[in-house]
């Protein structure tokens, strides 16, 4: 019987131990969702987190984000009576502000196309005072949203704006510390149901997220939006277009430029492009790009040999680009260039030219990273594709800073037009012949003597 107890004991002690193993585990997944206090002194705290979208090389746009609070009632159930409205403080607007070109150093993320700029504000409970909790002990309920045209914008027509449409619900617990003073204990945030900010897409309404400010740091090292900001998200997105548009098409937003050069070139000679130009993917679908094919003196000289379907406008003809397509049969001479006129910064660029017989070809950029590349004889050639230069290559800002040149430099040209390429052919060719013809004027020889 002794002996059974004891194996008994055992098994619990081992059970009990297993399931600690576990719970501790576990623990992590059962992180808190709101912020907590611990008194008076030490009271919840909470704030909001703005996350500024943009394309990748956009500056910052100057910009103040307003927060407001709207009182809700007291306790479950709810009562929003005028007497427990008028017992709640009023919590002050949030303000989140950002200057032209901010970019936090430990706030600033680059993910693809996309920057992201993120700051945090002050704890909101901050300046309410004990005293200020009329209503006692209880759960004061608020509901938080953003107000809308908070971004300055420099030219209406070049950008876009995207304000968030988040709803959250703010739950103040607040109860009374050992010295009988009132203190917010718990803060939790809750979604609500039809109007989730992006940042929770295809999280379900009433799902609570931690308002802590500096989130819970639950990863050490490198800074992340997950671990070390407030989960009480909205999230902006901003996009500018460069290029002067059809009122201005001297400044442009790309240029690929056609140079022919070399012994023998055909400077009136055309050269196919298969060109693709990409929106930055935070930018609304769909999206249609301009481009005017001009000459050395800046003219429009877009004609239907630089393509055959052509759109027209107040500066003449221009070539349509649909975002994401690539378009096949461009035609480009020596001294024009094809100016993209209203791209987005941050749109990615493809360019792709045919082979040609007889030139070889090479290319320079001074975009997304300075760079300049050749090619052999009859290939095609660009980037992505046809090279080391992998990419992605997005556009910067500002006018007229986005430009490649495709140089096509004649190779083998003679002045009496047999090409150098072919001449040890044509040597060989002669060699032959001249052998025939002396090895024809000995057997004649032969014969003659012969007959004599």
């Not at 987190?49 to 394309?55: D, E, S």
């Not at 901003?238 to 690929?256: E, F, H």
Request: net charge negative.
């Amino acid at each position: 019987m002794t002996m059974k107890r004891g194996l008994t004991k055992k098994l619990v002690l081992t059970i009990l131990l297993i399931a600690a193993i576990a719970l501790s585990m576990a623990a992590p997944a059962f992180a808190a969702d709101y912020s907590s206090g611990k008194n008076s002194e030490e009271p919840a705290q909470a704030a909001i987190t703005k996350i500024f979208k943009m394309p990748v090389g956009t500056p910052t746009p100057e910009a103040e984000f307003v927060f407001t609070f709207t009182k809700s009632g007291m306790n479950v159930p709810l009562d929003d009576s005028s007497e427990a409205l008028a017992g709640m403080p009023e919590i002050p607007n949030v303000t989140i502000s950002f200057t032209a070109g901010e970019e936090p150093e430990e706030g600033t993320f680059v993910t693809g196309d996309t920057k992201t700029v993120v700051k945090e504000s002050k704890n909101f409970l901050a300046d309410i005072t004990p005293a200020m909790w009329v209503n006692g002990e209880g759960i004061y309920k608020y509901t938080v949203e953003e107000t809308t045209g908070g971004i300055t914008l420099a030219d209406a027509l070049k950008e876009e704006t995207v304000y968030s449409a988040a709803r959250y619900d703010v739950e103040i617990w607040v109860e009374k510390d050992v010295n009988d003073v009132l203190y917010p204990k718990y803060v939790s945030v809750k979604i609500i149901q039809d109007h989730v900010d992006e940042y929770y897409e295809g999280t379900l309404g009433s799902e609570k997220v931690d308002p802590t400010p500096g989130g819970v740091n639950q990863v050490e090292g490198e800074k992340t939006i997950e671990d070390d900001f407030s989960q009480f998200i909205f999230t902006n997105k901003y996009s500018r277009s460069d290029g002067g548009g059809v009122t201005d098409p001297s400044k442009s937003a790309l240029d690929i430029e056609k140079i022919i050069t070399g012994n023998g070139a055909e400077l009136d000679a055309y050269f196919d492009f298969d060109i693709k130009v990409t929106k930055p993917s935070i930018v609304s679908d769909p999206q249609t790009y301009k481009a005017y094919v001009v000459d050395q003196n800046g003219n429009n000289v877009t004609g239907p040999e630089n393509y055959a379907t052509l759109g027209t406008d107040a500066n003449g003809s221009f070539i349509l680009f649909t975002s994401g397509n690539e378009l096949t049969g461009v035609k480009l001479t020596n001294g024009q260039k094809l100016a993209f006129v209203d791209l987005h910064i941050g749109s990615a660029v493809e360019v792709l030219e045919s082979a040609s017989a007889g030139y070889i070809p090479s290319y320079q950029r001074t975009f997304a990273g300075e760079a300049q590349y050749k090619g052999s004889v009859n290939t095609e050639f660009g980037f992505p594709r046809a090279s080391q230069d992998e990419g992605p290559h997005y556009t910067q800002a500002g006018a007229n800073t986005n430009q490649v040149t495709f140089t096509n430099t004649r190779s083998g040209a003679t002045p009496t037009g047999i090409s150098v390429d072919n001449l040890p052919f044509i040597v060989l060719i002669g060699l032959a012949t001249a052998g025939l013809v002396i090895l024809t004027i000995i057997k004649i020889r032969k014969n003659t003597n012969h007959t004599v």
